[in-house]
């Protein structure tokens, strides 16, 4: 798998709308027990922002959306 890790900052505002980008692209999965497993590294606060450290688990079997 390409990812490994995910590294999320958390602030208190709010930005977006109906076309603003996310921060997962491509086709999605179809069901949540699809979705591949994350496990928490960290957690460290920076003022009034937070960020989340997580190790992706390699799992190549996970199903993809498919229509």
Same mark, same amino acid.
């Given at each position: ?9 958390? =602030? *208190?505002?709010?930005? &977006? !709308?109906?076309? =603003? *980008?996310?921060?997962? &692209? !491509?086709p999605g999965i179809d069901r949540m027990d699809h979705a591949r497993p994350a496990t928490l590294r960290s957690v ?24």
């Amino acid at each position: 798998n390409l990812v490994d890790e995910i590294i999320c900052y958390v =602030a *208190p505002k709010l930005a &977006g !709308g109906t076309g =603003a *980008p996310g921060p997962v &692209g !491509g086709p999605g999965i179809d069901r949540m027990d699809h979705a591949r497993p994350a496990t928490l590294r960290s957690v460290n606060q920076f003022a009034q922002d937070i960020r989340l450290w997580y190790d992706l688990t390699p799992d190549a079997t996970v199903p993809r959306h498919t229509s």
